[in-house]
């Protein structure tokens, strides 16, 4: 007697992938995609506008005041170093037109000379 063969059956996808099958609670993949890159763009757009409202603000600040506040040069152009040719009154007369003071060194970050 020949023996009977057995009937495979086809092989399916997961459940999702079969037609007329409800998803199951995964909903659609898509949708939170679209969901992420919406908000993505929300977000990209919201910082673009406070980046152009932010520096609106500060141009109509500063407009027109660029030369208003008075520069104040904190250098010299006099060098002090080792080997130096100079006297100790040279010294002294650069050091008070630059507005040093002479201290006696006791108080706290005070420069005596």
């Known amino acids: 007697m020949a023996k009977k063969r057995r009937r495979r059956s086809k092989k399916r996808g997961p459940p999702s992938k079969r037609r007329g099958q409800p998803r199951g609670r995964a909903g659609r993949p898509g949708r939170v995609r679209r969901l992420r890159r919406r908000l993505g763009l929300f977000g990209l757009v919201a910082v673009l506008v406070w980046a152009l409202v932010e520096g609106l603000i500060v141009y109509r600040q500063f407009e027109g005041r660029r030369w208003s506040v008075p520069a ?4 010299s152009p006099f060098e002090l170093y080792v080997g130096r040719n ?3 009154d040279g010294l002294i007369r650069v050091l008070e037109e630059l507005g040093y003071r002479r201290a006696d060194g006791a108080e706290v970050g005070a420069a005596a000379w």
């Open 72 to 75: 104040r040069v904190y250098a």
């Open 86 to 88: 100079i006297d100790q």
